[in-house]
């Protein structure tokens, strides 16, 4: 271990919990290691992850994002950890803005705040941009992608958010086992950088339950980028509308498929948990 001592701020969105750091005053020189250590429960904080936050590269932003799964790997985006990047910058006194961009692997993000009567900021809507329905990057399909179609005998719907999800609609979702379907889903040939696998079920009341396995990752209670793709998935197989309320074990995130646009708006909470300093590993 070294004795360098780094300043972290434990947050969440509903459930989806990440270690965030400001690295133009707490440089981390291997996050990916720093990731795996931090992330394990019961010897390190505890969490999904480890999300950097830092100076923008290009003007188009205010700020950076990087996002490293528990497992060390690096992700391209993740929607409820962007929140918490806006979150942070603006209760942290870093801008004085409530409409933040935030540049991340997944191209740039823009974040509206919603600040409360204490001055911080409560939930955030996020711009994620248009979702792909076909990417032979990220679905080796023969046509490139596909809308529907069957992988390892699960019928579903592939939809890019910047990173990959697989869609499936069930009966009843609490009745899937998630580890043992999503490790299984996630690691499919077709996927040639693996996959978000969320198992979806359409309640009576046109909300969505969901669950998520998320690559690098496993079983977590929230992803933002999932609940997108899941609402996508249901306007495209005809099963919702426009807007949707998606509800994971963490919590709702209410989305919107903006039909002039193209784009997807997710808003959900931002939460802080607690803040403390940590040994480089």
């Known amino acids: 271990m070294s004795n360098k001592k780094c300043r972290f701020t434990k947050m969440h969105g509903a459930g989806n919990d990440y270690i965030y750091v400001y690295t133009p005053d707490n440089p981390i020189p291997d996050p990916s290691h720093a990731s ?14 480890l999300i950097l936050i830092g100076n923008s590269p290009v003007p188009e932003a205010d700020f ?3 996002m490293f799964n528990n497992d060390g790997t690096e992700g391209m985006m993740c929607g409820n950890g962007v929140r918490c990047v806006g979150k942070y910058v603006f209760d942290h006194g870093l801008t004085t803005n409530t409409r933040v961009a935030i540049d991340t692997l997944s191209g740039i993000k823009t974040i509206d705040l919603h ?3 204490d001055g911080k900021v409560h939930s955030a809507t996020v711009d994620m941009g248009s979702p792909l329905l076909k990417n032979k990057a990220q679905m080796d399909s023969d046509d490139g992608g596909m809308v529907e179609g069957s992988v390892l005998g699960w019928n579903g719907t592939f939809v890019s958010m910047g990173n990959p999800h697989f869609v499936i609609f069930v009966p009843d979702v ?3 086992d998630i ?3 999503g490790r299984r889903l996630e690691h499919a040939p077709i996927f040639p950088e693996r996959c978000n696998i969320e198992f979806a079920t359409i309640r009576p009341d046109g909300t969505i339950r969901m669950r998520v396995w998320e ?5 977590t209670l929230a992803c933002g980028t999932g609940a ?3 609402a ?3 306007n495209v197989c005809r099963l919702r509308g426009r807007c949707s309320e998606v509800e994971m074990d963490g919590g709702i995130l209410k989305i919107e498929w903006n039909e002039l646009n193209g784009h997807v708006y997710m808003t959900g909470p931002a939460t802080t948990v607690f803040e403390g300093e940590i040994e480089l590993p």
């Open 174 to 176: 609490m009745e899937i």
């Open 36 to 49: 795996i250590a931090w992330s394990r429960q019961h010897f390190g904080i505890g969490s999904d992850g």
């Open 215 to 219: 690559r690098g990752s496993g079983i």
């Open 228 to 230: 997108c793709a899941t």
């Open 64 to 66: 950076s994002m990087r």
């Open 179 to 181: 580890e043992r379907e």
């Open 232 to 234: 996508v998935a249901a």
């Open 115 to 117: 600040v409360g009567e």
